[in-house]
């Protein structure tokens, strides 16, 4: 908590955030959706559900991908032999 | 699926892409898509002081991160601020101290960082977020270069 309470916002880093980094992926994914989907539709009518379609499946897959590489390193990999 | 922005004939529009540079979304606003460039503001923006708010403004380095910086740099002069704030406020210690770091050359003398400087995961996320702001206004320029506007061509070249 004190360290919370003498962080400098937009001059310190973040460092409350510890092993939880990776879950910036989603409001990142967010970010670029919003853009994506203003850029992108023809019209603005359901913007916000396709925001959110969007960066549900994309964090989807990009999580899959994790859990995949995840599984490979610490499952698949031990199981290789050397020799 | 066809939309306007497929239009690829049609003349561009190269003052509103200019002032897409220089604000987000500003250029989609001057062609009458006002709701499509708030919205495009609100992202690019958002991701922008996301990384800043969580990587600090050493994030943002013209010089040591310059890579980095020419994506960065998409994002307009919001990236040429926090560069700013970083030397002229981390760099030069009027903000946090300045300590010595391992020399990369034991015979020179140490060089002098800022006390908050990282090498934490909050650092690379932020430049990340950075990062992906700039790239993404690039779209949203080029967007706006080609968008037809909806008050007449009047931004047209």
Avoid at chain 2, 25 to 42: C, I, S
Avoid at chain 2, 108 to 133: D, I
């Amino acid at each position: 908590m004190s360290a919370l309470l003498a962080w400098l916002p937009f001059l310190q880093p973040m460092t409350a955030l510890g092993n939880a980094w990776w879950l910036l992926m989603v409001p990142l994914v967010f970010g670029v959706a919003v853009v994506h989907r203003a850029v992108q539709d023809p019209n603005m009518d359901g913007y916000w559900a396709r925001v959110l379609r969007l960066t549900v499946k994309a964090n989807a897959v990009l999580g899959s991908l994790a859990l995949a590489i995840y599984l490979f390193v610490y499952f698949v990999i031990p199981l290789l032999r050397a020799d | 699926m066809s939309h306007p922005a497929e239009s690829v004939d049609g003349p561009l529009n190269w003052f509103p892409a200019l002032m897409g540079w220089v604000l987000p979304g500003l250029g989609q606003v001057l062609l009458g898509h006002r709701q499509r460039g708030f919205r495009a503001m609100g992202g690019v923006l958002g991701l922008f002081l996301s990384g800043v708010l969580v990587g600090g403004v050493d994030c943002v380095d013209r010089r040591e991160d310059a890579l980095w910086f020419y994506a960065q740099a998409g994002a307009g002069p919001i990236a040429f601020a926090a560069d700013w704030a970083n030397s002229a406020l981390l760099k030069t210690g009027k903000v946090g101290r300045l300590i010595p770091s391992p020399p990369s050359n034991p015979r020179l003398p140490p060089p002098q960082v800022t006390s908050f400087k990282t090498v934490t995961m909050s650092n690379e996320v932020g430049t990340l977020f950075c990062f992906t702001a700039g790239l993404m206004n690039v779209v949203v320029i080029l967007d706006a270069l080609r968008r037809p506007s909806a008050t007449q061509g009047a931004w047209t070249a």
